[in-house]
């Protein structure tokens, strides 16, 4: 019989379930109005996403520290094998498919938790000096940032190594490095950006051409038809026609913020940006009580950031002011993967957070 001592409710972060929490029940809603079968599956994912939660909230992290480097190169040789044994889908080799169930996995969707971690790990293990990082330092982390934005940047998914190269360099700029060398490659990055642009797919020229044009792509200009509709208040379920109509494309995952206006208007966005907004500045205020833990501390910006990259780039490319790109809104979008990797994710982080004090664990006790 496994016993919780009580003071596992003393340190746990119920402000963060707190604003996460309205974000799921309102994406099941909206989700349930355009697809009763997707409905279905979300709340499987629910189940899933619930379960990993409560396994990596109860797995003793900071015992298991040692694990981490191998956790993260056993991503690497995932994401390896991805180029030799993938499944190709859209035009795109991301998946692994698991022998005899048919299932898939995507590899770079593990790779986050694990990138997290061993960040976390890199950086407790040898803390910047009072002047952040020096160079040696900066290229010893960046090897561990750069690696996997390639090998993902090679699937193609250029989404989400980018991604994991802002969320990656964002814990740097937050943990601490010399100034001079934030300098230095923003410099390079202004230097070079043309060649990068002429190595890219030419779908992804394709959407940046898209972008920068006068006119939106078919998928912005519903996008913005259904935001326009919705005006302050939204609109009935049965007078949502840009969505139940078919018009808007991806209703229920990559536009369903476009489909939040149609349904509940300018006062349905504001709501839904407010939660986010709180979310990502309570877990970027939790660096204050944090200042010595720095693993703890990794975490907790790289979700943040996580989340404000995801919800920027999404509502941008809904509105026509980026290119459409597959991000997902995190707990809100319809879909398994990024839901159960946001709860894996806080999973560790509530795990970090309630267990700081008690790196023994005797807040659980077996019976």
Not at 292 to 303: A, E, L
Request: net charge positive.
């Amino acid at each position: 019989m496994i016993v919780f001592d009580r003071r596992i409710l003393t340190h746990f972060d119920f402000l963060q379930p707190l604003f996460i929490l309205p974000i799921i029940v309102l994406s099941y809603v909206l989700v349930s109005e355009a697809n009763a079968v997707l409905a279905n599956k979300q709340l499987v994912y629910f189940g899933v996403g619930g379960l990993a939660f409560m396994f990596f909230f109860l797995l003793p992290i900071r015992r298991l520290e040692w694990l981490i480097p191998a956790l993260y190169w056993v991503n690497i040789l995932l994401l390896l094998s991805v180029d030799i044994f993938g499944v190709s889908k859209l035009g795109a080799r991301r998946w692994l498919e698991i022998p005899f169930v048919h299932f898939t996995i995507q590899p770079s969707e593990i790779m986050k938790p694990a990138f997290l971690l061993m960040l976390a790990y890199l950086i407790k293990k040898r803390p910047p000096g009072e002047n952040g990082y020096n160079l040696k330092e900066f290229f010893r982390l960046s090897f561990y940032i750069v690696l996997p934005f390639v090998l993902i940047m090679k699937e193609p998914d250029l989404g989400t190594a980018l991604v994991l190269l802002l969320v990656g360099y964002a814990v740097l700029f937050v943990i601490g490095v010399d100034k001079k060398i934030w300098i230095s490659i923003a410099v390079i990055i202004g230097v070079s950006a043309p060649i990068l642009y002429e190595n890219l797919h030419d779908y992804q020229k394709k959407r940046i051409t898209d972008f920068l044009s006068e006119k939106p792509s078919y998928h912005v200009q519903q996008s913005i038809i259904a935001i326009g509709s919705g005006g302050l208040k939204g609109k009935p379920k049965d007078e949502a026609t840009q969505t139940h109509f078919k018009f808007l494309p991806i209703a229920t995952s990559d536009f369903i913020f476009a489909y939040n206006i149609e349904r509940f208007g300018f006062y349905g966005a504001l709501g839904l940006l407010g939660a986010y907004g709180l979310l990502i500045f309570h877990l970027l205020s939790l660096n204050y009580m944090l200042k010595k833990d720095y693993f703890t501390q990794v975490v907790t910006t790289g979700i943040a950031v996580l989340i404000f990259i995801y919800v920027g780039v999404n509502i941008s490319m809904t509105i026509g002011y980026a290119p459409v790109v597959g991000v997902p809104l995190p707990f809100f979008s319809y879909g398994g993967s990024s839901f159960i990797t946001f709860m894996v994710l806080f999973g560790i982080l509530q795990n970090l957070l309630t267990f700081r004090f008690d790196f023994t664990r005797n807040f659980i006790k077996i019976k």
